[in-house]
């Protein structure tokens, strides 16, 4: 069972900048990567990476504005949210499933078995 344990959420004006980080209990996670759900919405991709970091997925929402890495030897991922929107506010999960990216067709909720407890990230106006 692989425990993921986000930090990095706060306050910030629109325009502003914040990273999030997510670290799992276990080394070697194939593929890992953030949603999101604002109050009232339905919780929504935000970004993916592989183990190797060489394949990164994105929403057209963020894509330009927010960066997804990670760092294997700290077990730990990354969202570096820039140039933040109020829409952007929501509470943030990490998620991650042991199987790699590129096996997964479609990145949804189903698509991964970890999850976070969540962070959360406000933009005011």
């Known amino acids: 069972q692989v425990q993921l344990e986000e930090s990095g959420g706060g306050l910030v004006q629109a325009g502003g900048s914040l990273r999030l980080s997510c670290t799992a209990s276990?080394?070697?996670?194939?593929?890992m990567g953030w949603f999101r759900q604002a109050p009232g919405k339905e919780r929504e991709f935000v970004a993916a990476?592989?183990?190797?970091?060489?394949?990164?997925y994105l929403a057209d929402s963020v894509k330009g504005r927010f960066t997804i890495s990670r760092d294997n030897a700290k077990n730990t991922v990354y969202l570096q949210m820039n140039s933040l929107k109020p829409e952007d506010t929501a509470v943030y999960y990490c998620?991650?499933?042991?199987?790699?990216?590129?096996?997964?067709?479609?990145?949804?909720?189903?698509?991964?078995?970890?999850w976070g407890q969540g962070t959360q990230v406000t933009v005011s106006s």
């Open positions: 998620a991650a499933v042991q199987v790699p990216l590129n096996t997964i067709v479609l990145i949804t909720l189903n698509a991964m078995k970890y």
């Open positions: 276990e080394r070697a996670v194939k593929s």
């Open positions: 990476i592989s183990y190797s970091g060489v394949r990164t």
